[in-house]
């Protein structure tokens, strides 16, 4: 499986701030996602990030409060802009791997809290 | 669209003793089904995946899970717990999204606590 890491692990922030989040991964892989657990909550897809095409989002989030690169095929940024304590959250990065049968494997995670 | 309910919102067992979570999905082709691991302060960790083939499937940790297609089940068993297994536990369907890409739904999560 694929290793990915997250950059930074946790962090506390402003309301109004913004917060760019990093993830790694050690393999080259076309298909990444980022998703948002609320306290207590299950995880939900933000958006879906291909290298060289821009990022689709799910209903309820839009590009301009979450924006996201994907520079590269080892590399995406997840941004949560103008935050308010609402976007409170661990945000976690995953990536599709394993060839047609693809299996998301998930990174460590940040947890964002918004004062 | 395809969903995931898991009843059982949290569970507590004895050390050594079953353990059975439960879940089921709704998804109107043959699905591909996820069992995922979420320890205190952790990221997800994959214990199996059923995509084909046979019905039940093995994972890590002395996992194991069963797709029963006639009850739209895919329940998470282990026969003897250890104090290391408490944690959330989640199930998850894949599916098409609409732009014909993969996508996982997740259910709400069983929480399980073990008792020394």
């Known amino acids: 499986s694929a290793v990915i890491s997250q950059k930074p692990s946790r962090d506390i922030c402003q309301r109004g701030t913004s917060l760019t989040i990093q993830c790694q991964v050690d393999s080259q892989v076309t298909m990444m996602f980022w998703y948002r657990q609320q306290p207590g909550q299950s995880l939900t897809l933000i958006a879906t990030a291909n290298q060289g095409s821009e990022a689709t989002y799910e209903s309820g989030f839009v590009i301009d409060k979450f924006p996201i690169s994907r520079p590269n095929l080892t590399f995406s940024t997840l941004t949560v802009s103008n935050m308010s304590p609402e976007d409170s959250s661990i945000y976690l990065c995953?990536?599709?791997?394993?060839?047609?049968?693809?299996?998301?494997?998930f990174g460590p995670g940040t947890r964002l809290l918004v004062l | 669209a395809q969903s995931v309910t898991q009843p059982d919102i949290h569970i507590t067992v004895s050390e050594g003793a079953s353990l059975e979570l439960r879940c089921n999905y709704s998804?109107?082709?043959?699905?591909?089904l996820f069992w995922y691991v979420q320890s205190p302060g952790q990221g997800l960790q994959l214990l199996l995946k059923?995509?084909?083939?046979?019905?039940l499937v093995q994972g890590i940790k002395g996992f194991e899970a069963e797709f029963k297609r006639s009850q739209s089940s895919f329940n998470l068993r282990k026969p003897s717990v250890h104090w290391s297994d408490a944690a959330e536990y989640f199930c998850?369907?894949?599916?098409?999204?609409?732009?014909?890409?993969?996508?996982?739904?997740f259910g709400k999560g069983t929480k399980l606590s073990v008792i020394p």
């Open positions: 998804y109107g082709a043959t699905p591909y």
């Open positions: 059923y995509f084909s083939g046979d019905t």
């Open positions: 998850a369907v894949c599916g098409d999204s609409v732009d014909g890409s993969y996508q996982l739904t």
């Open positions: 995953s990536v599709a791997w394993g060839g047609p049968q693809e299996t998301q494997y």
